[in-house]
């Protein structure tokens, strides 16, 4: 049986009584579920506000999440949670849940270059009036139709010396927080 571990708390799970594993058993998959909502509802919410005045990044993601079928936020907020809890009891059920299928974790800085990549495209688009490409979707740069991950590679491809002395600075300033300062 497995070990369960938190933090510096551990417990060999064959030494907890059933009603304690059933007892975690549940409330892992209650909040497995509630976890998959995370911020998808207020997201919802404020992309459906942001639609109905005009922006075209929340036009799009309102299109994508079926947004046409409701008749408000709430009732488009609850649908987009819906499907987000759907999506991970799949998961749960297939054996599939908490496995990345991207690979390995990537390195910390090369994972906040990426962050600040897309934090730049993205602010450049919607300046242009552009949404920014998911799924399958393309962009129109110039004269080219690119797919999200074409347009990041490019990006960073150019302008790898700067992203990665911004990402290192945001790093450093994640580092030097010393929370018992904070109390």
Not at 49 to 74: C, F, I, L, S
Not at 168 to 174: P, V
């Amino acid at each position: 049986m497995p070990t369960l571990a938190y933090g510096d708390f551990t417990a060999e799970s064959d030494q907890l009584t059933q009603h304690t594993r059933d007892y975690l058993l549940q409330y892992g998959f209650s909040k497995s579920l509630q976890d998959a909502i995370g911020d998808n509802r207020r997201k919802a919410r404020q992309m459906w506000d942001a639609a109905q005045a005009g922006d075209p990044e929340a036009m799009a993601y309102r299109t994508e999440h079926g947004g046409e079928a409701y008749a408000n936020a709430d009732d488009f907020a609850r649908a987009v949670s819906l499907r987000a809890m759907q999506t991970r009891y799949r998961k749960i059920m297939e054996g599939t849940v908490g496995q990345r299928l991207m690979g390995p974790r990537t390195d910390p800085l090369d994972s906040m270059v990426r962050t600040v990549a897309i934090e730049r495209l993205e602010a450049a688009l919607r300046s242009a009036g552009k949404v920014f490409p998911t799924r399958d979707r393309t962009v129109t740069i110039g004269n080219e139709e690119l797919t999200r991950p074409e347009l990041i590679e490019r990006y960073v491809s150019k302008h790898t010396e700067d992203l990665r002395a911004e990402a290192e600075m945001r790093l450093e300033g994640r580092q030097s927080v010393n929370l018992e300062e904070l109390v």
